[in-house]
C-alpha cells in the first residue's frame, strides 16, 4: 500500500519534494537544464521499465520545478533558484515551491512549520471536507510527508538522505529486509555440542534472578544502513512507526521457506 494523493478536493505528489530536488541537482549537473525521460531515468539509476521516473518527474511539475516540452523537460527558472542558492534566499524560493502544492499552502498558512501531530490532524479536519473518513494510518503518511517536505526550507543539499523513514512512498529505496539483532548486556559463554555446532549458553550469573521473567534488552534497528536503539517507551514508538512505515517492504513470512 501506498500514501493516498487524494484528499477531498487537495492532491498531494507521491514523491516527497527532497527525493526530487537532489534528482534534479543531479540531472541538471548532467544535461544542463534540459533532458528527457529516458536521461533521466539513466541518472537516477531506476529500470527503464520501472513507473517510477514518469511518477517523479509528473511530481516535479506539479512542484514547478520542470516544464514538460514536445520532446522532453526543461527545469524552471524557480528550479533552478531552489538547486543552485543559497542561504535565505534558497530558503524562501524552497517555501514558495512548497506552497505551489494547495494543501501544503493552506496548512503552511494554518500552523507553519509546527510538528505536532495533534494540530496538524485539527488544521487537516478545518481544511478539507472529506466524503469518507481516512484511515489514521494514512492520515499519518500525509503528517508525515508534510513535515519531510517542509524540511527542506532549512536543510541543506543533499534533502533526501534517510529521508525514506519519513513518510511512505512508492520508491522508497531501503532495505527489503529488515535486520533486527538483540544486544545482550550480560555475560554469555559459547560452547561445543558434540554435533560441532555452537550454542549459546549464559552463564549462572547472567541469569535473571526472578523466575519466569526476563530482564529487557536493548534492540538495535538496522534499517537500510541507519542503525536506532530501542531502549525505552519513547524509543519503543518510534520504533512502531519504523516498522510500520516498512511493513510493505518486508518480506512475508513464507518467503523464507
Not at 233 to 242: N, W
Request: proline residues 5%.
Amino acid at each position: 500500500m501506498v500514501m493516498e494523493r487524494g484528499y477531498g478536493e487537495y492532491a498531494v505528489t507521491g514523491t516527497r519534494l527532497g527525493i526530487l530536488l537532489d534528482h534534479l541537482t543531479a540531472v541538471d549537473k548532467k544535461y544542463s537544464g534540459a533532458f528527457d525521460r529516458k536521461q533521466f531515468t539513466d541518472v537516477i539509476g531506476a529500470s527503464p521499465t520501472s513507473n517510477g521516473p514518469a511518477e517523479k518527474l509528473k511530481d516535479m511539475v506539479e512542484f514547478g520545478l520542470l516544464l514538460k516540452d514536445t520532446w522532453g523537460y526543461v527545469i524552471t527558472d524557480i528550479g533552478k533558484a531552489a538547486i543552485h542558492g543559497e542561504g535565505v534566499e534558497k530558503n524562501a524560493t524552497i517555501e514558495k515551491i512548497i506552497r505551489t502544492i494547495p494543501l501544503w499552502n493552506q496548512l503552511l498558512n494554518a500552523i507553519g512549520n509546527n510538528p505536532d501531530r495533534k494540530v496538524f490532524l485539527q488544521a487537516f479536519e478545518r481544511i478539507v471536507h472529506l466524503n469518507e473518513p481516512i484511515s489514521k494510518r494514512n492520515l499519518d503518511r500525509l503528517w508525515h510527508a508534510y513535515l519531510e517536505d517542509i524540511s527542506c526550507i532549512t536543510k541543506t543539499p543533499p534533502y533526501s538522505r534517510g529521508s525514506a523513514l519519513l513518510g511512505r512512498q512508492k520508491n522508497l529505496k531501503v532495505s527489503s529486509k529488515l535486520k533486527i539483532k538483540k544486544s545482550l548486556e550480560k555475560n554469555v559463554l559459547q560452547s561445543k555440542i558434540p554435533n560441532d555446532r555452537s550454542q549459546t549458553v549464559s552463564t549462572p550469573q547472567s541469569r535473571p534472578r526472578s523466575v519466569g521473567r526476563t530482564p529487557f534488552t536493548k534492540i538495535t534497528l538496522d534499517v537500510g544502513g541507519i542503525k536506532f536503539e530501542v531502549k525505552d517507551a519513547s524509543s519503543i514508538m518510534v520504533a512502531r512507526f519504523l516498522l510500520n512505515a516498512l511493513e510493505d517492504k518486508l518480506p512475508r513470512g513464507d518467503d523464507y521457506g
